[in-house]
């Protein structure tokens, strides 16, 4: 079975398996990126900031050693310029005992804050007073301080840079022996020099970096045991060995770098020893903002949430169209179903369904349409129903029209030659969603040519049964009484001769007995119709078999001037009573020859069809009339005025005793068709 399926689309949806291998594929891709860019991205900000930060150690290294090579040699000349002065002093002092009062005029003009003179003995023998010195409260032990001069190991000791007693600031001291045995021990102002170290010094530099540098956060300068130099947001720091990095960081050659927590606060730390001169003077901490990595993290944030959005979304979407397809696979599987069941039950039935559509366009037809029309459905399909019959859409559109929702109606339809009485039961469809046909009118059509066929032969065989039997009765009455008289008849002529009109006499006499005769010959057909002979049937190839009487049928013909043609399908074997078939044939071909003019032609064809063999005897003749067709199986009809009417009717008899029948048929071009249809045997060619 074959229909329009409306709901048939082609769906361009991707299958939700590829949809979600492409959808994690697009994931995973986009995941992969970002955490690659993250990475490349830390790398490379981290490559950066150690660099930097070397830069700035390296820098910071540079400075200090500059600063304290600075400091250093201004610390020498102040030194050498102290000693000079002691030394001028001494010479004083090897032409004159130095005393106090000397002392106090030198120390006012010699830059010399404070000068004090003391003997081999290490007592003090001259010093000034200067005029806003206040008295120390902590004297140190000269002796033990002066002790390398005094011994005469040395000739001049720096005693370095001290706070003055009185509280006036650093100052550089100074001894050298003397001359005369003693030491002179001198001062000078040291705050210049000290200014000048912390101006120029690793600790300036440390917190003159930081302070400019947006991205430092902090810079620690520290040894073991404290913090040397710091940024000023430095307010402590854990000691060096407590930190096992810091502890480490201390003993390697270059710079450490780690991510850790200072005051709260995610740094990024390098940390290096920190080398004056080839000596390790502790661990310089560099503290790098990382505002860079914030920003790598945002980024990365941004996307994984957009990735987050992306993935909720697209699943969202993915999902819906997982379950519309499951949905619409569920319902496509339920008009399947129901599609599979009305198709194979649609199939499977013996009375051909059609369908049309409000334009009278077919949109539906079964297997026994496709017999029945003998035409496939995928090629009208689609097309008016008027190419199939033009009756047939005729009473579509009356159904369409009609008030009722449905209607029967019979109608003939010729499909191979052969006339096919149908019947159709004709339903409007309302339609509507997912209906097979939509719109429009099926019909279901019977085939009733059998039927209405197998309902003539019936009345047929009755009424010739019944002919038969009252023929038999009858001709049994007459038969004895006419014997009677045939016998008289024979009697008068044979033993009385009249005195007169002999002649007369003896013609009507014998006009008697020729008419009993005549009689008793009838009389003896109706007793063979009323009691046929039994059927001697042998197995006989049709074809040959009509061939064999070729001859006699072609006599027929030619007397008439009709012509004659034979075509036969050799194979096609049937059990026949070889006599009896012979006289079906000969009374068939007789009248066919009968009603055809002269120059007109009857053909006999073998051919099988559907389990029967076929006889067909077409003539081009006057053809008949429906009534005439009801009725010319009847015993005693004729239309000729020598016709007994009875050919046909033994005919047709013959032909059902052989379980056979015969069926008349208007041909379209005029004449008549005779198809005398007998069950092949079961080893016909089309059988075997
Ligand atoms: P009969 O030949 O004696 O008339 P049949 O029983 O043989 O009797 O035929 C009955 C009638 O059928 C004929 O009188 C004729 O009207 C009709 N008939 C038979 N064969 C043909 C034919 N080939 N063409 C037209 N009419 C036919």
Not at 178 to 186: D, E, H, L
Not at 285 to 303: E, I, M, P, Q, Y
Not at 390 to 397: K, V
């Amino acid at each position: 079975m074959r229909r329009i399926d409306p709901s048939r689309k082609h769906l361009l949806l991707l299958h939700p398996a590829y949809l979600g291998g492409i959808f994690s594929f697009l994931i995973i891709v986009f995941l992969g990126s970002t955490i690659f860019e993250y990475r490349y991205r830390r790398a490379e900000i981290e490559h950066m900031m150690q660099e930097e930060a070397s830069l700035l150690i390296h820098a910071l290294t540079v400075g200090a050693e500059n600063a304290v090579e600075g400091y250093n040699g201004n610390r020498t000349i102040l030194t050498g310029s102290l000693l000079g002065r002691l030394r001028l002093l001494d010479r004083i002092d090897r032409l004159k005992p130095l005393t106090s009062r000397t002392l106090a005029d030198i120390a006012g003009t010699g830059g010399m804050y404070r000068i004090n003179v003391f003997d081999s003995t290490g007592r003090r023998i001259a010093w000034n007073v200067p005029p806003d010195h206040a008295p120390s409260l902590h004297h140190r032990d000269p002796k033990r301080e002066l002790e390398p001069i005094l011994s005469g190991r040395v000739d001049s000791l720096v005693l370095g840079i001290r706070e003055s007693v009185s509280d006036r600031g650093p100052r550089l001291i100074a001894a050298i022996a003397r001359s005369r045995g003693g030491a002179i021990v001198g001062n000078v102002d040291a705050s210049g020099l000290l200014e000048l170290r912390r101006s120029i010094g690793a600790g300036s530099l440390i917190r003159k970096i930081g302070a400019g540098e947006a991205g430092i956060d902090y810079i620690i300068w520290q040894d073991t045991t404290a913090i040397l130099a710091a940024t000023p947001n430095v307010s402590g720091a854990d000691p060096l060995l407590a930190d096992p990095v810091l502890a480490l960081a201390l003993r390697a050659r270059k710079p450490t770098t780690r991510m850790t927590e200072f005051d709260g606060r995610t740094v990024f730390e390098v940390v290096n020893p920190f080398y004056y001169h080839g000596k390790n003077v502790g661990l310089l901490r560099v503290g790098l903002k990382t505002d860079h990595f914030s920003a790598a993290f945002a980024k990365l944030r941004n996307r994984f949430f957009m990735m987050l959005g992306l993935l909720f979304f697209g699943g969202l979407a993915l999902f819906n169209l997982v379950i519309t397809r499951r949905d619409r696979a569920l319902a496509a599987g339920a008009y399947q179903r129901v599609s599979t069941f009305s198709s194979s039950m649609l199939s499977s039935m013996a009375d051909a369904v059609l369908s049309v559509d409000g334009a009278g366009i077919l949109t539906l037809l079964n297997a026994a349409g496709e017999r029945l029309f003998g035409v496939r459905a995928d090629e009208v399909l689609g097309r008016p129903a008027a190419l199939l019959s033009l009756e047939l859409a005729s009473l579509f559109a009356e159904a369409a029209s009609g008030e009722s929702l449905s209607m029967k109606r019979e109608f003939r339809y010729r499909v191979g030659g052969r006339e096919h009485v149908l019947e159709g039961s004709f339903s409007r469809l309302s339609g509507g969603e997912g209906s097979a046909v939509g719109e429009g009118i099926v019909v279901v059509l019977r085939d009733l040519t059998e039927h209405h066929a197998m309902q003539e032969r019936l009345e047929r065989h009755g009424k010739l049964t019944a002919m038969g039997e009252l023929a038999s009765g009858v001709a049994h009455e007459i038969r004895n009484p006419l014997n009677a008289i045939g016998l008289i008849a024979q009697r008068l002529d044979i033993e009385f001769t009249p005195k007169e009109d002999e002649a007369e006499f003896r013609h009507l006499l014998r006009t008697v007995v020729s008419e009993v005769h005549r009689l008793n010959a009838i009389i003896q057909r109706f007793l063979g119709f009323a009691r046929p002979p039994a059927l001697e049937l042998v197995p006989a190839d049709l074809a040959a078999f009509v061939a064999d009487y070729r001859a006699v049928l072609e006599g027929e013909a030619s007397d008439k001037g009709v012509a004659f043609n034979l075509y036969g399908e050799p194979g096609t074997i049937a059990m026949i009573d070889r006599e009896q078939m012979r006289q079906v044939l000969l009374n068939i071909v007789r009248n066919a020859v009968e009603a055809t003019p002269r120059d007109g032609a009857v053909s006999v064809a073998v051919s099988r069809d559907a389990g029967m063999a076929v006889i067909d005897v077409a003539d081009t003749g006057k053809g008949t009339t429906p009534d005439e067709r009801k009725q010319m199986f009847n015993l005693y009809f004729t239309t000729k005025d020598e016709g007994t009417g009875m050919g046909l009717s033994i005919a047709s008899q013959i032909v059902q005793s052989h379980g056979g029948t015969i069926v008349v048929e208007d041909r379209p071009g005029g004449g008549t068709l005779f198809r005398i249809l007998v069950p092949t045997a079961p080893f016909s060619a089309e059988v075997s």
